[in-house]
C-alpha cells in the first residue's frame, strides 16, 4: 500500500511539474498574462500598415544573445502579446536580460508596418514564410512559439 500512494504521489508531482513548464516559449510559466493585456495599450503603437494577422496575439521563445565584447552567450526569455482594442493596437512586452539582471516588461510605443514590428532600440519582430522571429540587433533570428 505504501509504493501505491508513493508511486502515485510521484506521478502527481512529475504531472506538476510538467505543466509549470509549459509555456513561456521556451521553460517556465508565461511572463505575461491576459490581465496584463485587458486594458487599453498606453502607449499604443504607431501603425504604418496593419499587421499580418499571423504577429497578433501572444508569443514567446528564448533568445540566445551574445555580448559582442566577450563573445559570452545568454538565453533570454522573451515573450510579446499584440492586441487590437478599438482602432489601436498594443504591444505589451517582456524581455528577461542576460544573467536575470533587468528585466523589461510593458506596453511599448513600436511601430507596426505589416510583416515587421519595429522598436527604436533595435528589436525587431517579423513573419517569414509563415513563422513568426524575434530579431536582436547583430544576434541570429530565433523562431518564436504561439502561447495562447
Sequence with gaps: MRKAKALALLVLMVSLLACLGRGGGGGGASRIRPGDVAGAPDPPMTVAQEPNPL???????????TVLKTGEKFNEPIEYWLVKKG?????YFYRHKRGGEKRYRGWRAWTINGDRIVSEVGVTI??????????????PPTRMTRLD
Design 55 to 65: 504577429l497578433l496575439g501572444h508569443w514567446g521563445c528564448t533568445h540566445v544573445t
Design 126 to 139: 517579423f513573419v517569414k514564410d509563415g513563422e513568426v522571429y524575434y530579431d536582436w540587433k547583430s544576434d
Design 87 to 91: 482602432d489601436q493596437y498594443g504591444l
